[in-house]
RNA sequence: AGAGGCGUGGCAGAGUGGUCGAAUGCGGUGGUCUUGAAAACCAUUGUACCGCGAGGUACCGGGGGUUCGAAUCCCUCCGCCUCUGCCA
């Protein structure tokens, strides 16, 4: 979340941040804050001087009492009463123009970077890269749904039997593929310098406010009732609360984590008839790469980890292309998101493959996540995060780009991790 | 899951109603000494909020309560340990 003290400094360019948003009244939803804020302080300082008192008066008691004065520890205690009614309401003022500053807080999105283009929806993304060619395929070639099922590879009805629609179940070869690509990427990703590790895939509540998909995306995630436990739509989740409260030292930054886990989205509302086979799942498998980096080094980590994706895309040899995120379609927490979607030939689609972002202290902010500086002061640092990749959509490309007569053709570089050179 | 125990500063570990933000040791930082290092000695060493400042306030797992006053007593939640049960 946005911190007040930036909102006071800066309020002009947060108005306008907001409202390329698309945020009508966003001035009004700053001056909310900043009078809560205000409210606040104000609430705690009267505070404060009402428990200076009362702690002074206690102590005169406790004197009072070891020279054994009862009468005259009594008399005073007559003020204290007064004082506790008073800071009890108070305490409960403060209380409630916290918790209202913080809900309003949590309900204003991240301020886009400058080069965020204006826009409303996907439409309006840029394209500011594209990389490979098209294949050419035969008159004949057939999209990945079809092609799954020629080759028994992956299998959505079994799916269905056992869980429900957008939960496919991997085969054969198809099974095998699947752990060729996670293996691979996170080959690259710790040959590239990201440690890695391996978190739960169920969060709490804690961890979900932590990124912010809390309040956000409540709706988007699998709840689970009985613990109050959140399935992870994302590893960003968990890797990256691995860093709520905590002050790093200096040497211990740059922070470079990549982990693989399933994740699961609700998906709610977004169905329909153009999403087929695997370009959209309820779950799906991903290598996650995060970065910790202090400020005025977020950015290139962001191109350092735009590099990244481009390599193993490259790699892959799947024609790609990069987007720079309009500021209607960024997400809540980001400040620039840079997208990549392969081709898939078949569908003659544009599949998103992975999404690198970089959230300033927007997420660092609710994870208390900060570090010690030269001065010795507390900095919130920068999160980043990008997919390193999204496997259901890059099989899907794979599928549909490589179909030859004679089977499915594995690239290159993933014939080591598979052991076949062809799914027929 | 049941019974019992426990949760204190970076770590270890005192503290069971007042002067305790908290002894002591280790670790960290600065200094003295030394050609340098070690040892020794001295000093310093949590986080956040409010305040121009002096300074004030809060925090001893989280929340609530009792009391003039809570690390200390009570309730509750979370976590950890031991034993019993179950189990990959």
């Not at 409202?19 to 909310?32: P, Q, S, T, V």
């Not at 968990?238 to 984590?257: C, G, K, Q």
């Not at 329909?272 to 959209?280: C, F, I, K, S, T």
Request: charged share 25%; with cysteine.
């Amino acid at each position: 979340m946005l911190q007040v003290a930036n909102i006071i400094a800066e309020k002009e360019r947060f108005i306008k941040g907001l409202e390329k948003r698309g945020i009508a009244d966003a001035e009004a939803l700053l001056n909310e804050v900043i009078a809560l804020d205000d409210d606040r302080k104000k609430t705690q300082q009267q505070l404060d001087t009402n428990l200076s008192e009362a702690n002074s008066i206690s102590k005169q008691i406790g004197a009072l009492m070891k020279e054994g004065k009862r009468g005259e520890a009594e008399v005073v205690k007559s003020r204290t009463a007064e004082l506790k009614t008073l800071n009890k309401s108070l305490g409960e003022q403060l209380n409630d123009f916290q918790e209202r500053l913080k809900q309003a807080l949590y309900n204003i999105p991240n301020i886009p970077h400058d080069s965020v283009p204006v826009g409303k929806t996907d439409e309006d993304n840029e394209e500011i890269e594209r990389v490979g060619d098209f294949p050419q395929l035969a008159d004949n070639a057939q999209p990945h749904w079809d092609l799954i099922k020629k080759y028994d590879i992956i299998d959505f009805e079994l799916g269905i039997k056992i869980t429900g629609a957008g939960f496919p179940v991997y085969k054969g070869k198809g099974a095998r593929l699947q752990r060729a690509l996670v293996n691979f990427f996170l080959d690259e990703a710790v040959a590239a310098g990201y440690a890695e590790v391996q978190p739960p895939i169920v969060v709490n509540e804690a961890s979900g406010y932590g990124t912010g998909q809390l309040p956000d995306k409540e709706g988007q995630m699998y709840h689970i009732g009985s613990e109050n436990m959140y399935l992870i739509p994302t590893a960003e989740v968990p890797i990256t609360n691995l860093y709520r409260d905590v002050i790093l030292t200096e040497d211990a930054l740059p922070v470079r984590h990549a982990g693989f886990t399933p994740c699961f989205r609700r998906e709610a509302g977004s169905w329909g008839a153009h999403v087929r086979g695997l370009n959209r799942l309820h779950q799906f498998d991903k290598v996650e790469i995060v970065q910790i980096r202090k400020p005025e080094e977020s950015y290139d980590a962001l191109q350092e980890m735009c590099d990244h994706v481009s390599r193993i895309l490259t790699k892959l040899e799947l024609p790609f292309r990069k987007l720079r995120l309009c500021s209607g379609d960024l997400g809540f927490t980001s400040v620039l998101t840079f997208d990549y979607e392969v081709y898939s030939a078949a569908q003659e689609k544009w599949l998103e493959v992975s999404s690198v972002s970089n959230f300033e202290t927007f997420q660092a902010n609710r994870l208390k996540l900060r570090y010690k500086d030269e001065n010795k002061k507390s900095v919130l640092l920068h999160t980043l995060n990008g997919s390193a990749l999204a496997l259901p959509r890059i099989m899907a490309a794979i599928l549909e780009n490589n179909q030859t007569e004679g089977g499915i053709k594995i690239p290159e570089v993933l014939i080591p991790y598979t052991g076949f050179d062809l799914i027929d």
